[in-house]
């Protein structure tokens, strides 16, 4: 009994070992397959079709925005002194504040190749809407107010650093709006004035997929 035990481990044992053996034999053809298939994969990735010199596929980049804001919370452009109300209360000359906001950016890099790819354009607008006064004055209205923006040229450098020239003009007001609005007029440079800088931005981390 215990020889017939001791031959049936001994075949088991025997065709375990013939079979790690097949195993190893057949998969080692295809792991030249992959090894001589592998130089022929890098050059069908060398050979990639390159960037289009002028707008490539990514030669824009941008993002537009709807805000409101609600009411005893209205968007203040520094136009208007906030006292604006006692100076003939509802019916005040000076009632630029905002109830309503469209505001983008948009990128654009029209060269794919060269080292004038790492060139970029960027416009960042801010539309104001309303007719409000405030503790005195709260509507709906869609009166245009002006455009907020600022525009400049950015250069790519290493390590995810960009130099950026931006130019912010005056605010360009709209309609009866383009004009002092009495004695609560606080003049026409509107937010933040009219300015231009140079500067230097680090970009960091990943933006999360699905979300752009």
Known sequence: MKRLVLFVLLIV???FALAQTSDTSSTSPTSATVTQSSPS???SSSSAPQERLFFPKDWYWG???FD???PHNEIDPNLCAANAGNYGGVNAQCNAFARWQLSGSIQIRPT???IARRLNFFFDPNFLFGKNVPQTLYTWSWDGIG???KWGVGIDLPKRFEF???QHPNIQRFGSRDQPLGPAWLGPNGPWGQYNTI???KYFGTRREGTY
Request: hydrophobic share 40%.
């Open 13 to 15: 044992y025997s065709a």
């Open 41 to 43: 994969a890098q050059s």
């Open 63 to 65: 993002w537009a925005e």
């Open 68 to 70: 409101l804001a609600p």
């Open 112 to 114: 794919g190749r060269t």
């Open 147 to 149: 455009m907020e923006y």
């Open 164 to 166: 950026r020239f931006t």
């Open 199 to 201: 500067g230097i931005r």
